[in-house]
C-alpha cells in the first residue's frame, strides 16, 4: 500500500481504455496487452474507471469485473488507481472497499451526478465515504463535466476534515486549475487530465502529474521525466515533444464519443490488434477518420523515434 504522503503520488498514470470482444464481454487478452504496454512505456501507475474507460456505460458489476482484472494483471507491479462513481454513499464504499480488495492503492472519488449539492453537502458525502477507507483519497473535480465540484476553500476544508485527502484530480482549462493548485498545493498533489492537451502548462502550475488516456503514453512520461530535470534544456525538449504530439491530443479530444472511437483504434493498432470492438456503438469509424488516424500514427512514430531513441 501506498504512504499518504502526497509526494508519493505523482507522474503519469494512464487512463485505460476498456476492450471488448464480438460477444460483448471484457477482452481480458487485449487488457493484458494495454496493461504491459504502460509498464514498459515507463507510467508510474495505471488508472482505471475514467471517461476513458467508459465506466459511465456500465454497471456497477461491469466496473467492478473491469477493476479486478486489471488488478490481477498488473499483480502490484505498479501503483492502481480507481475511479469511484456512485448514485448513494453506500453505493461508493461499496465499491470503493471492493477496489482495494482488487489491489487498488488510491482511489478518486467522483461526486454524485444525480443531484446538485450545496458545498457544505458535497464535502459531508466525501468524508462519510472517505472516512471508512484507509488508503490515499483523491476526489475528481471536474466543474466542466460533472455537476458538484468543491472551490479551493472547500477542498481545503475538505483535506483538514478528511487527512487521507491527498490528491485532487483537477479537470477543466489551466487557467481554473492553476487557482486550485496554488490554494492547496502544500496540501494536496494535483493531477491533470483531458488527455494533456496542456500538460507543460499544468506543469507550469505546479501539477504533479497527469492522468490521460494512454495513446502517447511514452511521450508524455518522457515530458515528465524532462520537466523534472529541471534545466533549461530539457525543459526546451518538453516543450518541443508536446508541440509534436499536440494535434494527436486534440484530435482526440473534441468530443467524448469520438475518443472513445477512434482512441480505442488507435491504442488497438499501438497494442497490434487485428480488430476491436465497440460494444455500445455510439460512435463508429469512418473512412476519413481512419485516414485521420493513420496519419497521426505514422507522425507519432517518427517523434517516437527521435525522441526516444
Sequence with gaps: ????????????????????TAQ???????????????????????????LVTESHRMDGAERLALTRMVGRILAGRLPYSVTVAGHSMDEQIAFAHAAVAAGADWLIL????????????????????????????GIQNNPEHLINALSAEGLLRLSERMPSFTV????????GVEPLIARTHSSL????????????????????????APDCLPLQVRIHRLWQNGDVESRRQAVAIQAEILPLIVFMNRSLDGLLCY?????????????????????????FGLQQIDAFFAALAKSEADWLS
Excluded at 122 to 127: A, G, M, P, Q
Excluded at 194 to 209: K, M, W
Excluded at 269 to 287: C, E, I, K
Aim: with cysteine.
Design 1 to 20: 500500500m501506498l504512504q499518504s504522503d502526497k509526494q508519493t503520488l505523482q507522474g503519469i498514470y494512464p487512463m485505460l481504455y476498456a476492450f471488448w
Design 24 to 50: 460483448g464481454t471484457l477482452d481480458q487478452e487485449a487488457m493484458t496487452l494495454q496493461v504491459e504496454y504502460a509498464i514498459s512505456s515507463g507510467a508510474d501507475g495505471i488508472a482505471v474507471l475514467g
Design 110 to 137: 467522483q461526486p454524485p451526478n444525480h443531484q446538485k449539492l450545496s458545498e457544505d453537502a458535497l464535502i459531508d458525502w466525501f468524508v462519510t465515504v472517505g472516512e471508512t477507507i484507509t488508503c490515499p483519497l
Design 168 to 175: 485532487l484530480k483537477g479537470e477543466g482549462p489551466v487557467v
Design 189 to 212: 498533489a494535483t493531477f491533470g487530465g483531458h488527455g494533456g492537451i496542456e500538460h507543460i502548462s499544468l506543469l507550469q502550475a505546479g501539477a504533479v502529474g497527469l492522468i490521460p
Design 263 to 287: 482512441g480505442r483504434q488507435f491504442m488497438a493498432r499501438r497494442l497490434g490488434l487485428s480488430a476491436t470492438f465497440d460494444r455500445f456503438g455510439t460512435q463508429l469509424p469512418t473512412v
